[in-house]
Each structure stands twice: as structure tokens, then as C-alpha cells.
């Protein structure tokens, strides 16, 4: 999501920024009954760790470490858990990218020191947490009215391990679509039409980039098709099943061609001058957003948060969505409880209770991170949802289809770590001015040594 970010810098994960993996065929079954069972008892239950400061006292304090925006404090989920709950107070700490977020977590991890009661996994680490990390971690299996079937079968496994033990429960999924500027398209002289656009660059991404070589032709000053080389990227490999592993567990990054030819296409887009030269999530990106510096990006549902959240109220409206070229998911996360926290007991259900079908159409109603619970699929929250920034685009309906027909993908221990490389140590390169060729060199290099430590 992460979004979220990504809420997350959901490059190789949420997301993403991997705030962000691959679905199966959409069930649309409704299960209303969990949410209110995870509610029944808590507010009689003190916890270990109460605080006796300020309005605090007396109240169990439950901490939230989280990478990026992932929207609960904004959606008002915070506020309405300790209303239910009266003895709970809630609190969290953000860091932006998960590439600095996720080393702190694992040291903590080792540690046994430093934990928040609820620890966020990004998509692109879960499956080196659940192989390294799940002795340290409770089974959230086992929290107040979880069951496995309220989530998507793919998503439950990537978090589950051999002997069974389920060390997150999924917060979001990232199925992708395309953002766009429709003033600024109109003054390139393209369509705006989102029906119109998806048919133009319909099964292929680089019928994508020759809609962005049109567009650059009469851009309005100043601006760019896309907003950068990493955020493409990310989306193209999304749409592949297979990326950096084999379903072997084997790295395959180098020798995989839809990896270099996706890398390819990106530096070759960047090199023409398609996408701006900005690395997703930072300051001078966010700054970018507000200053309608990009006429379109690669849109996972939590990206609608991000475009809120640092786009000036003027271009409220201005954007619409369309179908991408491909099916895929950019992002996701998690939700783990410690065993080392303070509160394991308060954690869990408040874990469940965030990742509750009916908590996440709240969430994706106004933050827009798109369920992992299928059973939301079916709420008004989803069918009926809009966005202030894209207008009356049928949001809900274009990301669910587009989950639908995601590829489940293989993930690897260090997804994020190749993923984020080949933004870091080669796309960004060819911003600066190196030949595409010499950024994969570089790059290789790079991950290669990363992945011998």
C-alpha cells in the first residue's frame, strides 16, 4: 500500500511502495458476522501495558508500527475501535518508505527489542519473514473470529507457514490501473475517454508508451507522461506471474527476459523523455503531484490516497481511471503481532478487527486501499465507490476486475531488494544520463553483490 507511501515505496513488493503479488478469481460471498464478533469482550479486557499519563490513564496503549500511509488513522478507524472499546487507546508510528521501515523491523525482530504491538510486513518481505522470522511472530490464525476464509486463498498463504502458522493477516491487495490527468491529456490533444484510452493501449504496456510518445509531442510545458521510470516499472512486472523466482525458490532475475525487457522499456522510456526523473514517495516527488508535473501514473487503489494527500484541491476531479494494458498488482501488506510486544492479547484482536471484511470497505471507501477480504467486494462501499480525485470513475468496479484477473505470482525472500535495485542502482541512472545497457549492468552488479550478503 501501502500507498500503502505507498503509502510504501512499493517497488519488487506495497506496495506499495511495494504500500503493495497476484490474485485468484474473486469470490463474491459477503461475510458480515466477523467484524461484530471480534467486538464481543473487548472493552473488558485490560491488557499488561496500560499508560497513566494525560487521557491515557487507565487505558491499555496499543502501538501500530507502519510503512507509508495505510489510511486507518484517517478513515476513522482508530477512533471508532476505541469507542467500541473504551479501555483501548491506539497509537502509531509512520516511517514513509519501507525500504528504511523494513531493516529496523527485521533488527527488532532479532532483538526482541523495539516492537510495536502490531508490526506491518510489506508484500515483497513477507516471504523472507514467514522463512526467517516466525518464531518471533504470534499465529494471527488463532486471533478472536479470524477465519482463513475470509481472505483471498493466495493472499492467506503467502503469509502462512509449512506447518501451518499464519504469522499476518492481509491488509490490502494492489490490482493496477491507469491514473490520468484528463485536462492535461485534452491539451496534448489525446482523448480522455477512460473506455477510449484502455482500447488504445489494451494487452500491450508498450502500446502504453506510444500513447506517452503522443502525448510528449504537445505536452503542456513543463510536464511528462508519467511520473517515473520506478513506478512503471513496477506495474509492467506486476502483470508478470513470474519475476525474480521460480516457483523453486531459484533467482531468476537475470536470466528471465521479461525482467530485462521490462527494465528496457522503461529506461528507454525514460531516456526519451516519457516519465520525470523523481523517485516515487520522496519529497520532491510528493511536490511534483501538487504542481501537476505527470498527466498519468501507474494507479494501484492505494495511489488514489497518495494523489489525495499531496495534490492541491484544485485538481480534485481532474483525473479519471482507466483499464491498464495488463492485469496486475502492485503492493499489499500485512498485519503481524510480536510475541516480544507489550499487548499480544489487545494486538490480535485489534489486528483482526482492521482487517475485518466490513473495516475494509471503510478503508477503501476513503483511502482507497482495495480489500484483501473478499467478502468487501460486494459492499456499497466497493460497488458503488468514487473518488474525489478521479470523479464519478467507477473505481470499485475497474480495480476489482482487475483483481480478478491478476496472475498469481511468485514471491520471493528478497522480492523487495531486487525490485527497488532496479529502480535505485539502474532506472534512476539513465535519468541522470547513462545508456540503458550500462544501468542493467550496473544494477545486476548491484543486486548480485546485495544477494550474497
Given at each position: 500500500?501501502?500507498?500503502?507511501?505507498?503509502?510504501?515505496?512499493?517497488?519488487?513488493?506495497?506496495?506499495?511502495?511495494?504500500?503493495?503479488?497476484?490474485?485468484?478469481?474473486?469470490?463474491?460471498?459477503?461475510t458480515?458476522?466477523m467484524?461484530?464478533?471480534?467486538?464481543?469482550?473487548?472493552?473488558?479486557d485490560?491488557g499488561?501495558?496500560?499508560?497513566?499519563?494525560?487521557?491515557?490513564?487507565?487505558?491499555?496503549?496499543?502501538?501500530?508500527?507502519?510503512?507509508g500511509?495505510?489510511?486507518y488513522?484517517e478513515?476513522?478507524?482508530?477512533?471508532?475501535?476505541?469507542?467500541?472499546?473504551?479501555?483501548?487507546?491506539?497509537?502509531?508510528?509512520?516511517?514513509?518508505?519501507?525500504?528504511?521501515?523494513y531493516?529496523?523491523?527485521?533488527?527488532?525482530?532479532?532483538?526482541?527489542?523495539?516492537?510495536?504491538?502490531?508490526?506491518?510486513v510489506?508484500?515483497?518481505?513477507?516471504?523472507?519473514?514467514?522463512?526467517?522470522?516466525?518464531?518471533?511472530?504470534e499465529?494471527v490464525?488463532?486471533?478472536?473470529?479470524?477465519?482463513s476464509s475470509?481472505?483471498?486463498?493466495?493472499?492467506?498463504q503467502?503469509?502462512?507457514?509449512?506447518?501451518?502458522?499464519?504469522?499476518?493477516?492481509?491488509?490490502?491487495?494492489?490490482?493496477?490501473?491507469?491514473c490520468?490527468?484528463?485536462?492535461?491529456?485534452?491539451?496534448?490533444?489525446?482523448?480522455?475517454?477512460?473506455?477510449?484510452?484502455?482500447?488504445?493501449?489494451?494487452?500491450?504496456?508498450?502500446?502504453?508508451?506510444?500513447?506517452?510518445?503522443?502525448?510528449?509531442?504537445?505536452?503542456?510545458?513543463?510536464?511528462?507522461?508519467?511520473?517515473?521510470?520506478?513506478?512503471?516499472?513496477?506495474?509492467?512486472?506486476?502483470?508478470?506471474?513470474?519475476?525474480?523466482?521460480?516457483?523453486?525458490?531459484?533467482?531468476?532475475?537475470?536470466?528471465?527476459?521479461?525482467?530485462k525487457?521490462?527494465?528496457?522499456?522503461?529506461?528507454?522510456?525514460?531516456?526519451?523523455?516519457?516519465?520525470?526523473s523523481?523517485?516515487?514517495?520522496?519529497?520532491?516527488?510528493?511536490t511534483?503531484?501538487?504542481?501537476s508535473?505527470?498527466?498519468?501514473?501507474?494507479?494501484?487503489?492505494?495511489?488514489?490516497?497518495?494523489?489525495?494527500?499531496?495534490?492541491?484541491?484544485?485538481?480534485?476531479?481532474?483525473?479519471?481511471?482507466?483499464?491498464?494494458?495488463?492485469?496486475?498488482?502492485?503492493?499489499?501488506?500485512?498485519?503481524?503481532?510480536?510475541?516480544?510486544?507489550?499487548?499480544t492479547?489487545?494486538?490480535l484482536?485489534?489486528?483482526?478487527?482492521?482487517?475485518?471484511?466490513?473495516?475494509?470497505?471503510?478503508?477503501?471507501?476513503?483511502?482507497?486501499?482495495?480489500?484483501?477480504?473478499?467478502?468487501?467486494?460486494?459492499?456499497?462501499?466497493?460497488?458503488?465507490?468514487?473518488?474525489?480525485?478521479?470523479?464519478?470513475?467507477?473505481?470499485?468496479?475497474?480495480?476489482?476486475?482487475?483483481?480478478?484477473t491478476?496472475p498469481?505470482?511468485?514471491?520471493?525472500?528478497?522480492?523487495?531488494?531486487?525490485?527497488?535495485?532496479?529502480?535505485?542502482n539502474?532506472?534512476?541512472?539513465?535519468?541522470?544520463?547513462?545508456?540503458?545497457?550500462?544501468?542493467?549492468?550496473?544494477?545486476?552488479?548491484?543486486?548480485?553483490?546485495?544477494?550474497?550478503?
Amino acid at each position: 500500500m501501502r500507498g500503502r507511501t505507498l503509502p510504501h515505496s512499493r517497488l519488487g513488493s506495497r506496495g506499495g511502495n511495494t504500500r503493495r503479488t497476484a490474485r485468484r478469481t474473486v469470490v463474491l460471498a459477503v461475510t458480515a458476522a466477523m467484524g461484530a464478533g471480534l467486538l464481543a469482550g473487548c472493552a473488558d479486557d485490560g491488557g499488561s501495558d496500560s499508560s497513566s499519563s494525560g487521557d491515557n490513564k487507565g487505558k491499555t496503549v496499543v502501538k501500530l508500527g507502519l510503512f507509508g500511509a495505510f489510511g486507518y488513522k484517517e478513515a476513522g478507524l482508530y477512533a471508532e475501535y476505541e469507542k467500541l472499546n473504551p479501555k483501548i487507546k491506539i497509537e502509531e508510528t509512520v516511517t514513509q518508505r519501507n525500504e528504511n521501515y523494513y531493516p529496523a523491523l527485521v533488527n527488532h525482530l532479532t532483538t526482541g527489542a523495539g516492537l510495536m504491538d502490531i508490526q506491518a510486513v510489506e508484500v515483497g518481505n513477507i516471504n523472507e519473514v514467514v522463512n526467517t522470522q516466525a518464531d518471533k511472530l504470534e499465529d494471527v490464525s488463532k486471533a478472536p473470529g479470524v477465519k482463513s476464509s475470509e481472505w483471498l486463498d493466495w493472499k492467506w498463504q503467502q503469509a502462512t507457514t509449512k506447518d501451518g502458522q499464519t504469522i499476518g493477516l492481509g491488509t490490502d491487495v494492489g490490482p493496477v490501473a491507469i491514473c490520468y490527468r484528463k485536462d492535461l491529456f485534452k491539451e496534448a490533444g489525446l482523448p480522455t475517454d477512460r473506455e477510449e484510452l484502455a482500447k488504445r493501449w489494451a494487452g500491450d504496456w508498450k502500446k502504453l508508451i506510444d500513447v506517452g510518445e503522443e502525448y510528449q509531442k504537445n505536452a503542456p510545458e513543463g510536464t511528462t507522461f508519467m511520473d517515473s521510470p520506478g513506478g512503471l516499472m513496477s506495474a509492467i512486472l506486476g502483470s508478470e506471474k513470474v519475476r525474480f523466482y521460480d516457483e523453486s525458490g531459484e533467482v531468476i532475475y537475470k536470466s528471465n527476459p521479461v525482467v530485462k525487457e521490462s527494465f528496457m522499456m522503461t529506461a528507454k522510456a525514460a531516456e526519451d523523455g516519457l516519465v520525470g526523473s523523481l523517485a516515487q514517495f520522496q519529497p520532491d516527488w510528493n511536490t511534483s503531484i501538487a504542481n501537476s508535473k505527470f498527466a498519468a501514473i501507474a494507479c494501484p487503489p492505494w495511489m488514489l490516497g497518495t494523489l489525495k494527500e499531496h495534490s492541491k484541491p484544485e485538481s480534485k476531479g481532474k483525473w479519471d481511471v482507466a483499464v491498464a494494458p495488463k492485469s496486475g498488482n502492485w503492493g499489499g501488506a500485512f498485519l503481524s503481532v510480536p510475541k516480544a510486544g507489550k499487548n499480544t492479547k489487545e494486538a490480535l484482536k485489534l489486528a483482526a478487527w482492521l482487517t475485518a471484511p466490513e473495516q475494509q470497505a471503510k478503508l477503501f471507501k476513503v483511502q482507497g486501499n482495495f480489500p484483501s477480504a473478499p467478502g468487501a467486494y460486494t459492499t456499497p462501499e466497493v460497488t458503488g465507490a468514487t473518488n474525489e480525485m478521479t470523479g464519478d470513475a467507477p473505481v470499485g468496479t475497474i480495480f476489482a476486475e482487475a483483481a480478478k484477473t491478476t496472475p498469481v505470482q511468485v514471491i520471493g525472500p528478497k522480492d523487495q531488494i531486487i525490485g527497488s535495485s532496479l529502480n535505485d542502482n539502474g532506472l534512476v541512472l539513465v535519468t541522470k544520463g547513462k545508456s540503458p545497457a550500462d544501468a542493467w549492468e550496473t544494477a545486476t552488479k548491484t543486486i548480485d553483490n546485495k544477494l550474497e550478503k
